[in-house]
């Protein structure tokens, strides 16, 4: 019995800690990290706003939802995965843009997500469990591949360039995390397709961001990192298609893990 009281006790502080890291991580990266203040200035032309939104969506939608995800479940092996997906990307656009901030940038994400593991005891940690593939989510993770790589290639050149249009949020340019992003919704929503019930959060914020960056280049064309009118359309119309594929997705094959799909 003192045993069993003596690991409870542990467990609960385990999951306090978690739950208490992963809310001062999420704030960083909202506030300091200028997560909320970048998506505020998305409509103002005075902004490079495609790559304002592209920051804003990258430490909003993509980092700091899987950490208030955790929050509310301290053991969610998907959100881990997730924000280790986004951690290696951004460490690609990192090496690929040869920008050294972006890599200290990224390693601050390295270091919260090995603590959160490492105080959670890796033996907390879940597997995902089976896979149980969503067609639609394939398909669209596939259609996107081409043009969501190119651009992030794209957007890595002109980081190398040293752009007099570029944009810089704590000494980082804007578009090594713009390429990063890029990425990251084509790997999230492979993700997404792989393991539909478990990833549901991460296809959210990748339907609201290609939807969002789509909006905003839409309605600013030329702006420093935006698409052309009909690729704008596009990014708006995936966007969406990952959005309602994950949730049909969902609702046709209900589980035991479909019920947790934020676990």
Known sequence: MAGSAHAGVVG??????????????????????????DLTVTWSSSWPVMLEAGWGLMFGALIAAPLIALVHTPFNTA??????????????????????????????????????VLIASPRAWRGLGPSRLSVPL?????????????????????DRENRPDGDYTNGVDHYSVQGALALALVALTALAAWWPHRFLLAAIGVAVSGMYLGIVSAAH??????????WSWAAVLWGAAVGAAAFLTRYQQPSAAGLRSFD
Do not use: H, K
Not at 15 to 33: D, E, I, K, N
Not at 99 to 115: E, F, K, N, T
Not at 138 to 158: H, Q
Not at 221 to 230: A, E, L, R
């Open 221 to 230: 064309q030329g702006t420093p990192g935006g698409f052309s009118t009909t």
């Open 138 to 158: 394939a398909v669209l993770a596939l259609v996107s591949i081409g043009p969501w790589v190119a651009y992030a290639f794209e957007m890595f050149a002109a």
């Open 79 to 116: 959100a881990i995965v997730q924000l280790t997906v986004v951690c290696l990307v951004t460490a690609l656009a990192a090496a690929v843009s040869l920008a050294w901030q972006a890599a200290v940038l990224d390693g601050v994400l390295a270091v919260q997500i090995l603590s959160i």
């Open 12 to 37: 609960n502080w385990r999951q306090t800690s978690v739950r208490a890291l992963a809310v001062f991580y999420a704030l960083v990266w909202l506030l300091p990290g200028f997560a909320i203040i």
